[in-house]
Structures are given as structure tokens and as C-alpha cells.
């Protein structure tokens, strides 16, 4: 079961989906609502809904940003980034489901920032948010230089390509064992323990011992895509 973490309570993100899968409020319900039809009642609530929280990511040519969704209308969103988004001028907002809408930044304060649709979107999908197969946490697709220093004292020079609450991915020319324990750290990113789950074609898959808050890593992953092409690492000698 996929909880979303550190953004209020925690809580199992099906709560989520039950509540808002209903019909999201936009204020109140209208007092005639039983005897509404659905496209009525729809057409009413069209201008809009507030999400009590949905998990996506901002896709930019600067690289890829975990957000909050708070409130959806049919001509856009508002969203909680966790720190200031870098300029960009190409960004979509990937949901849970895999679907991506291409998006135009209106306004933006501090930490929350609200865009406009590009193209027209089906609203009700937004807020049902339909998927196949059972959602997995968001990975962020990136290439940040890092350190993994094994338990008998190798250190070697890796990069982060995929970064998750839960995992990484990473590239190496070293050779890790299936279930070794690592330890992995870069600028922006703490030392953080974790074992090797897979390894194909000079790529592993880390799972990390402890997962991280949600908001703690939007703010990793914005330091590491704004720190890794001015900030090279050094490996140590082996």
C-alpha cells in the first residue's frame, strides 16, 4: 500500500483517491444535488475542485521537480513545489498515472505556483485519476555524480540517473553484489545506507534502509540538479 509521506499526516494515498473519485467539493455541494444528473452536477462543479493532496512532478528541459497538486481547474493548477521552480520555458506536470499535460507558469510564491493548461484536458480523469496497474512513488529522472562507499572501504564514482523515497538508480563501472550494502552520498544529498536489490549493464538498483519525507526529498532532488553541474565529485582512492 503507497503511503505518501511528509506532507501532514501520513496517510494510504487510496484514502485519497475514494474521497476525491466521489465529487470533489468546490465550496459546498449544491443543496440539489441528489437529483442532478451527473453531466449537470459535473457542469456546475466545472470551475473549481480542491485536491486534498495528489503526488506528481514538474518535467522541465531544467530537469524534474516533485509538487503537490491542491487544486485543479479546467484551465489549470495550482501546486506546492518545496522551494522556487528554475526558469524554464518547456514544462508538463506528470501525474501518478503516467499522464502528462503541458503547462505554462502564470505566478509563482515561494514555495506554490499556479499554471495554465497549453492544451484542453479531460478534468474528470484529472481528479479520477484511472490507472492500470498499482501506483508506484515517483521517480525522478536525473544525472547527478555521487559517491558509493561499500562496507569493506571501495569508494567509487557513480551517477544518480533515477531517484525515488524509497531508491535509486544508479550507473558504475564498479562491481556491487546483489544485497551488498552501500552507502551513498553527493552534494545535496545526505550519506544515505542502502542495499543493492539489482544489477544489469553497469546500472544497480539501491533501495534505501530508511525512506525519505516526501518534502524532504522535492528540496534533495532540487539541490542535486542545481548543484551537480557546478559541483563535480572527487572519488577517493580506493
Given at each position: 500500500?503507497?503511503?505518501?509521506?511528509?506532507?501532514?499526516?501520513?496517510?494510504?494515498?487510496?484514502?485519497?483517491?475514494?474521497?476525491?473519485?466521489?465529487?470533489?467539493?468546490?465550496?459546498?455541494?449544491?443543496?440539489?444535488?441528489?437529483?442532478?444528473?451527473?453531466?449537470?452536477?459535473?457542469?456546475?462543479?466545472?470551475?473549481?475542485?480542491?485536491?486534498?493532496?495528489?503526488?506528481?512532478?514538474?518535467?522541465?528541459?531544467?530537469?524534474?521537480?516533485?509538487?503537490?497538486?491542491?487544486?485543479?481547474?479546467?484551465?489549470?493548477?495550482?501546486?506546492?513545489?518545496?522551494?522556487?521552480?528554475?526558469?524554464?520555458?518547456?514544462?508538463?506536470?506528470?501525474?501518478?498515472?503516467?499522464?502528462?499535460?503541458?503547462?505554462?507558469?502564470?505566478?509563482?510564491?515561494?514555495?506554490?505556483?499556479?499554471?495554465?493548461?497549453?492544451?484542453?484536458?479531460?478534468?474528470?480523469?484529472?481528479?479520477?485519476?484511472?490507472?492500470?496497474?498499482?501506483?508506484?512513488?515517483?521517480?525522478?529522472?536525473?544525472?547527478?555524480?555521487?559517491?558509493v562507499t561499500t562496507l569493506d572501504g571501495r569508494n567509487e564514482t557513480a551517477t544518480i540517473t533515477d531517484l525515488s523515497q524509497q531508491g535509486a538508480k544508479i550507473t558504475c563501472s564498479c562491481r556491487l553484489a546483489i544485497e551488498e550494502q552501500v552507502k551513498i552520498s553527493a552534494p545535496g544529498l545526505p550519506e544515505?545506507?542502502?542495499?543493492?536489490?539489482?544489477?544489469?549493464?553497469?546500472?544497480?538498483?539501491?533501495?534505501?534502509?530508511?525512506?525519505?519525507?516526501?518534502?524532504?526529498?522535492?528540496?534533495?532532488?532540487?539541490?542535486?540538479?542545481?548543484?551537480?553541474?557546478?559541483?563535480?565529485?572527487?572519488?577517493?582512492?580506493?
Amino acid at each position: 500500500m503507497l503511503v505518501l509521506q511528509g506532507f501532514g499526516h501520513e496517510r494510504p494515498a487510496s484514502q485519497f483517491g475514494d474521497r476525491m473519485q466521489n465529487a470533489l467539493k468546490i465550496g459546498a455541494m449544491p443543496h440539489d444535488a441528489a437529483l442532478t444528473s451527473r453531466s449537470e452536477l459535473e457542469q456546475r462543479l466545472a470551475n473549481r475542485y480542491t485536491l486534498l493532496i495528489r503526488a506528481a512532478k514538474l518535467v522541465t528541459e531544467r530537469g524534474e521537480y516533485l509538487c503537490i497538486i491542491r487544486d485543479v481547474s479546467e484551465t489549470g493548477i495550482s501546486v506546492r513545489t518545496f522551494h522556487p521552480l528554475p526558469d524554464a520555458y518547456r514544462i508538463q506536470v506528470e501525474l501518478q498515472n503516467g499522464d502528462a499535460h503541458k503547462v505554462e507558469l502564470v505566478w509563482q510564491d515561494d514555495d506554490r505556483a499556479g499554471f495554465r493548461f497549453k492544451d484542453q484536458v479531460d478534468i474528470m480523469r484529472i481528479i479520477e485519476s484511472p490507472c492500470r496497474f498499482a501506483k508506484r512513488a515517483i521517480r525522478l529522472n536525473l544525472a547527478a555524480e555521487a559517491l558509493v562507499t561499500t562496507l569493506d572501504g571501495r569508494n567509487e564514482t557513480a551517477t544518480i540517473t533515477d531517484l525515488s523515497q524509497q531508491g535509486a538508480k544508479i550507473t558504475c563501472s564498479c562491481r556491487l553484489a546483489i544485497e551488498e550494502q552501500v552507502k551513498i552520498s553527493a552534494p545535496g544529498l545526505p550519506e544515505t545506507h542502502a542495499k543493492v536489490r539489482w544489477r544489469k549493464d553497469g546500472a544497480y538498483g539501491l533501495i534505501f534502509e530508511d525512506t525519505y519525507q516526501y518534502g524532504d526529498l522535492a528540496r534533495i532532488v532540487e539541490r542535486l540538479q542545481r548543484t551537480e553541474r557546478d559541483t563535480p565529485v572527487q572519488p577517493r582512492t580506493c
